[in-house]
């Protein structure tokens, strides 16, 4: 099938062939005629990855009247970078046409910014839940004239708890506009949904409906020895330096202190966490999208509705608390018809936690072996000396405190500390030198630059 067969029309298609996409997927080819027709709602359940963004903006598009200047389309989306996304995609195939004006609001952004943007003309809006409610009690979002609701990734916004927020937009939409939901599983509170809002005689389209994770995934574990899980992830890297991809760690503690370790590794590395604003997430996507930053860590919060096409694998340096974790993470690789792997990292008492994923994702794990780096083994430790002390604030406690959170060292690491009045001296092993230094480089305390100077200790570590 091509998109004209499908009934898209030569504008938008004039647009996706700009874009190098020619051949619809087959969650584009069941659903596109269905949502053109227009005729009752529609759910959509297909793993992450296969074109479900494009499934319902084409033909929500085609419908648009240009004329009309109130909202039409509404689409809910779990974060703002699936919110920025499905925006982008909105505009990009909507070049050729006429002037179609598409919002994307979202938390983290002063709401005025937003009451100020909806007073011009809007066709598509797309926003998160909690933000729209927030329009909504400030009279500043108009949903009478509704055509399409779109609720994408449905199963990601019931899992961050936006269930109720749903609930409360979709009572205030107008009744006789079409509801388009689109999920990777079917969790308990999705069902509640389709069966208090979505009709009864609605269009259920199920791609792939035995796989509940993307075929084109390889699943691989790596069996690391207790303490030296950063050697076996540098080793993994190191054979896929030259490839993209995200590691999920559990808390953005674990993701902060691992992009700290990895600072002068071959690998650039940045971590996405709840603890970054809005300029700094846009930042580091930027990095990501870009090339500048071959390797993302998030937590799954974080990391939820983000969609980077051609990554090459995904790490699960922690492994998932759920199984539809690991379906989510996964799915992050192998997208549009491209392979992919994703790789766990294990202790041996772990493996019967992969036999249980396996089980319910009907998957298979393969084990791979990687070669440690032969790093240069330092026999003595380095003596660090550093502009803070006591007329700096820091205590003995707080600055080991300061090294660990802000260079990613272990409390142990450093030794023999001894805290002065304008300055501090401690001793560190040398294998953590570059770290240290890379991780402090232009840091600044109450607009003091800090300082380092180092010099080989005189006797080894006890």
Do not use: W
């Amino acid at each position: 099938m091509t998109f004209a067969q499908l009934g898209i029309s030569t504008s938008i298609i004039q647009s996706l062939d700009e874009n190098r996409i020619s051949t619809p997927t087959d969650i584009q080819t069941k659903t596109i005629p269905a949502i053109l027709k227009n005729e009752t709602d529609l759910i959509g359940i297909a793993q992450t990855g296969t074109g479900k963004t494009a499934a319902f903006c084409l033909p929500i598009l085609q419908s648009i009247d240009p004329k009309n200047t109130e909202i039409q389309a509404l689409v809910l989306v779990p974060t703002r970078e699936l919110g920025q996304q499905v925006a982008r995609e909105f505009f990009l195939f909507s070049k050729h046409m006429p002037r179609i004006f598409t919002e994307c609001v979202y938390g983290g952004v002063p709401i005025a910014e937003h009451i100020q943007r909806l007073k011009r003309s809007t066709h598509v809006l797309v926003a998160t839940p909690g933000r729209l409610l927030d329009l909504l009690a400030n009279r500043a979002v108009n949903l009478n004239n509704l055509q399409f609701v779109v609720l994408d990734e449905a199963d990601e916004m019931v899992n961050m708890g936006f269930k109720t927020d749903i609930d409360q937009i979709l009572q205030q939409c107008n009744n006789k506009s079409t509801k388009l939901l689109f999920t990777a599983t079917m969790p308990a509170d999705v069902k509640h949904i389709i069966d208090e809002f979505i009709r009864k005689d609605a269009i259920e389209v199920r791609i792939n409906a035995n796989e509940r994770v993307n075929a084109q995934i390889e699943h691989k574990y790596i069996v690391y020895k207790q303490g030296e899980k950063l050697d076996y992830l540098k080793a993994f890297l190191h054979e896929h330096v030259q490839e993209r991809g995200i590691l999920f760690c559990r808390t953005k503690t674990a993701a902060k202190r691992l992009a700290k370790q990895l600072v002068g590794f071959e690998v650039t590395a940045d971590a996405l966490h709840g603890n970054l604003n809005q300029e700094m997430r846009d930042k580091v996507m930027r990095g990501l999208r870009k090339g500048r930053i071959n390797l993302l860590i998030a937590t799954d919060i974080a990391a939820r509705g983000i969609d980077i096409k051609e990554l090459d694998y995904i790490i699960h340096y922690h492994l998932p608390e759920k199984t539809e974790h690991y379906t989510h993470r996964s799915g992050r690789t192998a997208r549009a018809g491209n392979n992919g792997i994703s790789v766990c990292l294990v202790r041996t008492e772990d493996i019967s936690e992969l036999k249980i994923i396996e089980n319910e994702l009907k998957i298979s794990f393969v084990e791979i072996e990687v070669n440690l780096l032969h790093e240069v083994k330092h026999t003595h430790p380095v003596t660090v000396q550093i502009n803070l002390g006591l007329s700096q604030g820091f205590t003995k406690a707080s600055l080991t405190d300061f090294l660990v959170e802000e260079t990613g060292i272990s409390q142990g690491d450093v030794k023999n500390l001894n805290v002065r009045d304008n300055s501090a001296q401690f001793e560190i092993s040398a294998r953590y030198e570059q770290q240290l230094v890379l991780n402090l480089k232009g840091f600044k305390i109450a607009h003091r630059n800090v300082k380092l100077s180092i010099a080989q200790a005189q006797h080894k570590f006890i």
